[in-house]
């Protein structure tokens, strides 16, 4: 499952993350330079692949 993160600004999918990050770990939009945590982006990305999943399992029981 491919998992994308966009920037809530501009929409890029590119973001400089640091090597060992950790919840509160600044994360940087690589196109507008906005600032992130490293926590919310992983939740974001909880919250999106939950969705994802029920959607999947969702088709399987229609
Ligand atoms: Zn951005």
Request: hydrophobic share 0%; charged share 25%.
């Given at each position: 499952m491919k998992v994308n993160v966009k920037c809530?600004?501009?929409?890029?999918?590119k973001f400089q993350i640091?090597?060992?990050?950790?919840?509160?770990s600044k994360v940087t939009c690589g196109k507008c330079g906005a600032v992130e945590t490293y926590g919310n982006i992983m939740k974001a990305v909880g919250d999106k692949v939950t969705e994802d999943l029920k959607r999947e399992f969702g088709k399987l029981f229609k």
């Open positions: 809530k600004s501009c929409g890029s999918d640091p090597p060992r990050p950790n919840n509160n």
